[in-house]
């Protein structure tokens, strides 16, 4: 089963990539709510790749890999933008968010409470972010 995928960074490529890893989950039998979630954490960091870090640039690309291993399922999203400051990021009030109807901006506070782990590392030119999730 292919376990990557390689996508130019324009909005329209999420489909794909959510459509990929959708049928990639598909094979672990997981639950529809533990299936939804990590889609949307997936969906969620690349996003903000293609959006924040790459502009939505089309000559720019972004690549994902799933690995399994055991009961540990991580989704490695590499990329050639701005680089993400984990040290600058601020979890933001997310109730706040919803009492004042501010949309957007939770994404990371998101994707945290989905994963069991997440890790952002930048090596010169290509940036990595690895989302870890245990499955029984």
Do not use: W
């Not at 376990?3 to 990539?17: A, E, F, H, P, W």
């Not at 949307?40 to 960091?45: F, R, T």
């Not at 601020?90 to 782990?117: C, S, T, Y």
């Amino acid at each position: 089963m292919n376990n990557s995928i390689r996508v130019n960074c324009t909005k329209k490529n999420l489909k794909l990539i959510r459509d990929f890893v959708t049928e990639y989950l598909h094979a672990l039998t997981l639950s529809d709510i533990l299936m939804n979630q990590i889609v949307l954490a997936v969906d969620e960091i690349c996003a903000n790749l293609i959006i924040h870090a790459n502009q939505e640039d089309p000559n720019k690309f972004i690549s994902l890999t799933i690995q399994k291993k055991q009961e540990m399922i991580s989704f490695e999203i590499a990329d050639q933008g701005v680089p993400f400051s984990r040290s600058e990021y601020q979890e933001p009030n997310i109730e706040e968010h919803i009492r004042i109807g501010k949309k957007g901006g939770v994404g990371i506070a998101l994707v945290n409470r989905i994963m069991d782990k997440v890790e952002f590392t930048s090596n010169g030119s290509k940036n990595v972010c690895i989302l870890y999730k245990k499955i029984k």
